[in-house]
């Protein structure tokens, strides 16, 4: 028998079998229990009652035969009365505040008044608002004739009278609970008088929860009891965790180390197969493909031939086969097989040439013997005699046959030259006779070289010169120009206009040094690299480098380090204090003594304390004593100075915050607090003799920076005897940059308009010095030599003949293959190309009155011709000077003209004045044949918007589609119990590394709906990538683009350094691009072995803003139910699609009444869930049950989700149809009971032979 944690439970004997714990053992168990609380008594709870409660509200006044009802309301000799049998009314909104779980256990009802005679009320008790009420009880109110008149009090019911029913506290309510007066009596009954009615409710409130560990369980809980309840983790809602020692879930039945096989060993001790009882730790490992000994490996010490496939499973133990390829299915594998095609597994190889018998088609016997009729070499040809019947012996039996299966190849045949065959068997091919130049042994009609000896014939790019007398060996160049004679031609010339044979190109640039200015190339060597007088930065060339540009200046706060000082967390001395040595990871500030001791360590220490002192902390929980102690014997005191290093910007205005106290009952001389920070230089100190609590005062400096980085200081003066001078909650900010310096550089704008369009001309740009706002100044204002403002352009020879087309596109509104313009329709029998003509003459006729056609922008067009000419993507568009057309400049020959296609566009209509054009689909084909000839050609265009999905991360995405119908379906995730949801946005979480080694990292991640991958590193950190842009955000790295789309990623980066920190950051696209946190890791020594899964040493989310995004959904079983209806199940599904952990969820469901859970009493139920990590989801089930007197609606119970740092309460509802069961009135059957007494009644007389009354439904 196991004891754990004081419990006992069945013992397990074996496989599915357990053994009943002894009576005696029983005893103990129970004895135990009640000790650790599982079994309590509970507290005594005293009966209650609601007080007397008035009505407020009254219906159902039957012919108002009851005067004056609302008299009733008070006891102030106001009196409603009634003075017929007929007489009925119900009294309502009695106001009752009756606790939750608390037991009704009687009702009265006072009725104050008198009568005239005899009569009397009958009282009844409705819970329904009226439909059903109690049995009755009759008033007895005095009779009084007299005047004035008097009442007295005629109590009904009591503190354990329930009326004849069992009550919930549902009945209670202001819509539900009615007092029913009926005057009864005969027609002498008189008059009753009523000057009150007032009902109290006796009732047991529910006994208090008691949990002490907030985990939903303990004494008199909803939920149950608690087995411990200090421990919110162990509770009967509990996953039960095995190996740990604890009973979790607080069943005693759970086995927390199963023994399943009963070898002594368990999952937790090591078994790694619990139902094997030969498989355990320590088990002798033998060879039948399994981990004997649970050590990790399978079948160790049995691999004779180190292929990785065990000896007892390798069907070639002695031959390595990692694949164990076996074709022929006889249990040898291929490599070890002399036969691996047929089917042998004894082996047999009469000759011992490596070929079994069965594959063998032919012993060999030796050498081949010419005419005995065997092939006995077994090379496939028997004899090997005179084959091609040529007269000559082959080579094979001694002969000189070079060629034994071609007849014309032999000793006596005659030798053809260059023609690639030995013919005559002498051993070469004889060579003609040519003219060879160059005596490279190449024909001069057939050498690429005829002048140069260049027997390879080697010709790189392939334009017919070899490379031994091509002037450009890897560029394709027929013609071989070469305008400069420096013997490299123009085409792979640095600088084709000048002489350079050597091509030096010190910039590494497109233009060699002969042709191109000096530059300064290094902005950072000291040196004038290009003579122009200006060093590094102040040389115009170095005007965009990074180095030399201002840091940019942003007003607002300035990261410190640990301003609030609430890292690292004090767990010392019951979490109250703690020193912390310079240097400890997350402490952020320098320390260092103030004149110490002769023994003080040379690590100086800070001292941080919580509230758990007592004390009230400056901001958030922890802060800084400056007084300190030295971590020693003796704990000698010491004061310090903390310090950081801020980045500044020289002229620019800061302003220093931070907060001090006084610690409490010290004075002041143990309390002052130097500051330097800049020009800052302060003390402050202060008095807490008097404090039992800190006394935080806000102090606020300013200061301009000198220098880029400026040191912050702050240091106790006081007494140094480890008490005073607190500090917390340091910041600064920047609150004003400096002006700027001017500065000036040359502006040039884009090159003009070339004056030739070929045969070489000139174009223009202006240069001008500018100052930093643009204005134009003096050059000498400007560094360096004015740029030049005319060059040379367009110098390709010209054409001797050209022409022009002139290609238009207009937009044809209405489809009807006329363009668009005003004032004008075109005859019906006209032409498309008299139509556009006649649209250009009333156009340039009506321009004036801007009667023009509609012109189509940001078109593309492709013209292609026969001799080669080609212009694609002109982009005219719509503009006073061509009203949409493009004007093509083309040699003679024959053009073709294609319109390309828009999404939505459609052609409607083509044509040319050209009489030589064609028309070829939607293409148009003219020739221009003469000098200065000119064609026009005309697409029309009518717009038809494609309605679809436009997203193309969508499972339905149109790239067709031109407008968004809203209708784009997206992928659904997958969750617990089968419900979906879909993401608003891309979110990337669990980011990490599952393999690290010295030289390659793997990092993973996950994204909540499927998008790209990559990642981001670096060997410096980002931990703020808000500012920087796309693609690499700062960092120096970037992996590949894997455009597959998934939800689990994984990206492998090899070649990094061994013993090096680096910083990933995923990547993910579904449009749009989204980041995800940085993870710091340090690659292992080189050749170490990889580690799976290793801890990131931090990880810093992106800079921009992080938020909690939590979802709800609810869902409902069923549509429909009735009345009595039991297990609705409801689900709700909780997730958090935000990028940040959200804290302390909480979950609510409250129902609607009418409605009850199946467990509980109450309307409201309440998860307390806990923290959530990004993208994490929570699923809830519950079950309801449907009252009898349901009314017949829609319950619409509302759900709601929050958490501490969610922007917003987040609801879900789920609809739930409730069909009334019709009561008839008179019978007090519903219709379904009545139908059932019918049919029972009409069997009874053989008239419903055949009908089941479970058929019947109300």
């Not at 009926?182 to 027609?187: E, L, R, T």
């Not at 260092?592 to 001292?607: I, K």
């Not at 050059?779 to 054409?799: A, H, I, L, R, V």
């Not at 519950?1182 to 009898?1188: F, L, P, R």
Request: charged content about 25%.
């Amino acid at each position: 028998m196991h004891k754990k944690m004081g419990f006992y439970r069945l013992e397990r004997i074996k496989k599915g079998g357990y053994k009943l714990l002894s009576v005696f053992s029983l005893s103990v168990l129970i004895f135990n229990m009640s000790l650790m609380g599982v079994f309590f008594v509970a507290p005594t709870v005293e009966a209650a009652d609601s007080g007397f409660k008035a009505p407020t509200g009254n219906e159902g006044n039957t012919g108002g035969g009851w005067v004056n009802p609302t008299y009733v309301y008070s006891s102030d000799n106001h009196r409603a009365s009634a003075d017929s049998s007929n007489d009925k009314i119900f009294y309502k909104n009695f106001g009752f505040s009756i606790p939750a779980g608390a037991t009704i256990n009687g009702i009265e009802v006072q009725v104050e008044g008198y009568t005239s005679n005899t009569r009397q009320a009958d009282v009844k008790i409705s819970w329904d608002g009226g439909s059903h009420v109690t049995s009755g009880k009759t008033t007895n109110v005095h009779k009084d004739s007299s005047h004035p008149y008097s009442d007295n009090v005629s109590p009904l019911g009591g503190a354990t009278d329930k009326w004849g029913r069992t009550w919930s506290l549902g009945d209670f309510s202001d819509n539900k609970f009615r007092i029913f007066l009926d005057a009864n009596g005969n027609n002498n009954g008189g008059i009753l008088y009523v000057d009150q009615v007032r009902v109290k409710v006796y009732y047991t409130p529910a006994p208090v929860c008691i949990d002490d560990d907030g985990d939903g369980y303990g004494q008199n809980c909803t939920n149950g009891a608690d087995c411990d309840d200090n421990n919110p983790a162990i509770n009967p809602g509990a996953m039960e965790t095995t190996c740990n020692g604890i009973n979790d879930d607080c069943n005693s039945e759970t086995v927390d180390e199963p023994d399943n096989d009963s070898d002594g060993y368990s999952d937790c001790s090591g078994d790694c197969d619990d139902d094997d009882g030969s498989v355990y730790p320590g088990a002798k490992e033998v060879c039948d493909g399994i981990d004997n000994n649970c050590d990790g490996a399978i079948d160790e010490g049995f691999d004779a031939d180190g292929d990785g496939d065990a000896n007892c499973a390798d069907n070639c133990p002695s031959t390595a086969n990692a694949d164990q390829l076996d074709s022929d299915d006889d249990g040898l594998g291929d490599a070890c097989d002399n036969c691996s095609m047929v089917f042998n597994t004894d082996q047999a190889d009469s000759d011992q040439d490596g070929q079994g018998d069965v594959c063998d088609e032919c012993t060999a016997t030796g050498a081949e013997v010419c005419g005995d009729g065997v092939d006995n070499d077994c090379d496939g040809i028997t004899d090997n005699l005179d084959l091609d019947g040529d007269g000559y012996l082959n080579l094979a039996c001694g002969g000189d046959d070079c060629d034994d299966d071609d007849g014309s190849v032999n000793p006596g045949a005659e030798e053809v030259c260059d023609d690639g065959m030995d013919q005559d068997c002498d051993g070469s091919d004889s060579v003609c006779a040519c003219p060879d130049a160059d005596e490279d042994s190449v024909c001069d009609s057939q050498d690429n070289c005829p002048s140069t000896a260049n027997p390879d014939q080697v010709n790189v790019d392939g334009d017919s010169k070899g490379d031994a007398c091509d002037n450009c060996p890897s560029v394709a160049n027929s013609g071989q120009e070469d305008s400069d004679v420096d013997g490299v031609g123009n085409v792979c010339d640095n600088c084709p206009t000048i002489s350079n044979p050597s091509q030096e190109n010190s910039y590494g640039n497109s233009a060699g040094d002969a042709c191109e200015e000096p530059i300064e190339d290094d902005c950072v060597d000291g040196v004038d690299n290009d003579g122009d007088g200006d060093v590094d930065c102040d040389d115009s060339d170095c005007a965009n480098e990074t180095v030399c540009q201002t840091p940019a200046c942003e007003t607002g706060a300035i990261k410190i380090m640990n301003g609030d000082f609430e890292t690292p967390t004090v767990t010392e001395h019951d979490g109250k204090w703690q020193v912390y040595p310079s240097g400890t990871e997350g402490l952020g500030w320098a320390v260092s003594w103030v004149n110490p001791d002769e023994g003080a360590p040379e690590m100086a220490n800070l001292e941080l304390q919580t509230t758990g002192l007592g004390w009230t902390a400056g901001e958030g929980s922890q802060w800084a004593e400056l007084d300190t102690d030295y971590p020693a014997e003796g704990n000698e005191a010491a004061s310090v100075v903390i310090s950081q290093n801020i980045t500044t910007i020289p002229g620019a205005t800061y302003k220093l915050t931070f907060k001090f106290s006084p610690r409490p009952e010290t004075d002041s001389a143990n309390n002052s607090l130097g500051i330097k920070f800049g020009s800052i230089d302060e003390t402050v100190s202060a008095d807490g003799s008097d404090n039992t609590d800190t006394a935080w005062t806000e102090y606020e400096y300013t200061m301009t920076a000198d220098s880029d980085s400026t040191d912050l200081e702050f240091t106790d003066l006081g007494t140094s005897d480890s008490y005073g001078t607190l500090l917390d909650d340091v910041q600064v900010e920047l609150t004003e940059c400096p002006e700027p310096e001017p500065t000036y550089a040359w502006y040039m704008s884009e090159w003009g308009d070339c004056s030739a369009d070929c045969g070489g001309g000139t174009q223009d740009r202006t240069v001008e010095c500018r100052d930093d706002s643009g204005a134009t100044i003096d050059d000498e204002y400007c560094d360096g030599d004015k740029p030049t403002g005319s060059q040379d352009c367009n110098m390709d020879t010209c054409p001797t003949y050209t022409g022009t087309i002139q290609v238009c596109k207009y937009e044809d509104t209405d489809g009807d293959g006329y363009p668009d313009y005003s004032e004008y329709t075109p005859p019906q029998d006209v032409s498309f190309v008299d139509k556009i003509w006649n649209a250009v003459k009333i156009k340039e006729a009506l321009a004036t009155m801007q009667q023009i056609l509609h012109p189509l922008a940001g078109w593309t067009m492709n013209i292609s011709g026969d001799n080669e000419h080609e212009d694609s993507g002109a982009t005219e568009g719509e503009n006073s000077e061509n009203y949409g057309c493009v004007d093509f400049i083309v040699p003679y020959g024959t053009y073709t003209i294609i319109e390309d296609s828009q999404a939505g566009w459609t052609q409607t209509g083509v044509g040319s004045n050209n009489t030589c054009y064609n028309q070829d689909g939607n293409a148009i084909i003219v020739e221009i044949s003469g000098e200065d000839d000119y064609a026009e050609v005309y697409f029309l265009n009518h717009y038809e918007p494609v309605y679809g999905c436009t997203d193309s991360s969508a499972t339905n995405y149109n790239p067709n589609a031109t407008n968004n119908d809203q209708s784009c379906e997206y992928a659904k995730e997958e969750q617990t119990g089968g419900s979906g949801w879909l993401p608003s946005e891309l979110t990337l979480y669990n980011e990490r590394a599952n393999e690290l080694s010295g030289d390659y990292i793997t990092i993973t991640w996950l994204t909540n709906k499927p998008g790209t991958s990559r990642v981001l590193y670096d060997t410096v950190s980002h931990p703020d990538v808000s500012g920087e842009s796309a693609p690499n955000y700062g960092y120096q790295w970037s992996t590949e683009l894997d455009e597959e789309h998934v939800t689990g990623h994984s990206v492998t980066i090899t070649g990094l350094t061994p013993n090096t920190t680096y910083y990933f950051r995923p990547v993910s696209s579904a449009s749009p691009e989204k980041i995800g946190k940085q993870v710091e890791y340090k690659t292992g020594e080189a050749g170490s072995a990889p580690v799976e899964n290793p801890e990131p040493i931090s990880v810093s989310v992106l800079g921009e803003a992080s938020e909690v995004i939590l979802t709800l959904a609810k869902t409902v079983d069923r549509e429909k139910a009735n009345p009595g209806d039991t297990g609705v199940k409801y689900t709700l599904t909780v997730t958090n699609t935000g990028n940040v952990i959200a804290a302390n969820v909480v979950l609510t469901d409250t129902l609607e009444a009418g409605l009850v859970f199946a467990d509980m009493e109450e309307l409201t139920r309440t998860w307390t869930i806990g923290d959530m990590a990004a993208g994490e989801k929570k699923e809830m089930s519950y079950t309801v049950n449907v009252n009898n007197e349901a009314a017949a609606k829609t319950y619409a119970n509302t759900a709601t989700v929050k958490a501490d740092n969610s922007a917003a309460d987040v609801t879900a509802t789920a609809d739930l149809e409730v069909t009334a069961v019709a009561v008839l009135a008179e019978t007090g059957f519903d219709l379904s009971e009545l139908l059932t007494l019918i049919l029972a009644v009409l069997g009874l007389f053989g008239m419903a032979k055949g009908l089941k009354f479970g058929d019947v439904k109300a």
